[in-house]
């Protein structure tokens, strides 16, 4: 399954203050992620931040180079 940009889906995780999101639908369970700045590969979620119930802040790291990053939120993706 390819990665895809949904700013709504997004929002939603960052509002609720998780790094997943089910599918009403579908029941798919949706994870945020982010491609690697050096390689381009899809990163996990190491860890986050809270402010509150929101996200304020995630780390990904990379699949295949296992370098920790952050990327602005408009950069983020769910898969
Ligand atoms: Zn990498």
Do not use: H, N, W
């Amino acid at each position: 399954m390819d990665a895809k940009k949904s700013p709504a889906m997004i929002k939603k995780m960052f509002d609720t203050g998780k790094v997943t999101l089910v599918d009403p639908d579908t029941k798919y369970r949706y994870s945020l992620t982010a491609k690697c700045p050096d390689d381009g590969e899809y990163a996990d979620v190491a860890r986050f931040d809270k402010a509150g119930s929101s996200l304020s802040r995630v780390v990904f790291k990379c699949t295949q180079c296992e370098e920790e990053f952050e990327v602005p939120r408009e950069q983020m993706m769910v898969i």
